[in-house]
Nanobody
Framework: QVQLVESGGGLVQAGGSLRLSCAASGRTFRWIDMGWFRQAPGKEREFVAAIRYNSGDRKYADSVKGRFTISTDNAEKTVYLQMNSLKPEDTAVYYC????????????????????WGQGTQVTVSS
């Protein structure tokens, strides 16, 4: 059984920073791509960032480029999302996700392409 557990969310003022972590567990856990998504109230879940295991390639949503950085500690099976220069519009529940089953030709951006999900962590940015 694969489990993903996020942590690091909280309340921060605009311009501040947070670092989210996603710890993976499970005896057979392996991943092809790991991603971060977010969902604000009344909105659909949207892609934020993702990283590919074997190449280290990364993708970011345009709205977070230059402010967010995704990274991994493969030995610890942990994925991080460093969020700087936070804006009120970044307020959302942030979810990490793992694609374990399918190798896509490019890093997947759709939530439908990820197999496992964490429970989410709330990020609130005050103005």
């Amino acid at each position: 059984q694969v489990q993903l557990v996020e942590s690091g969310g909280g309340l921060v003022q605009a311009g501040g920073s947070l670092r989210l972590s996603c710890a993976a567990s499970g005896r057979t856990f392996r991943w092809i791509d790991m991603g971060w998504f977010r969902q604000a109230p009344g909105k659909e879940r949207e892609f934020v960032a993702a990283i590919r295991y074997n190449s280290g390639d990364r993708k970011y949503a345009d709205s977070v480029k230059g402010r967010f950085t995704i990274s991994t500690d493969n030995a610890e099976k942990t994925v991080y999302l460093q969020m700087n220069s936070l804006k009120p519009e970044d307020t959302a529940v942030y979810y990490c996700a793992a694609d374990q089953e399918t190798w896509y030709s490019s890093i997947p951006l759709s939530a439908l392409e990820y197999d496992y999900w964490g429970q989410g962590t709330q990020v609130t940015v005050s103005s």
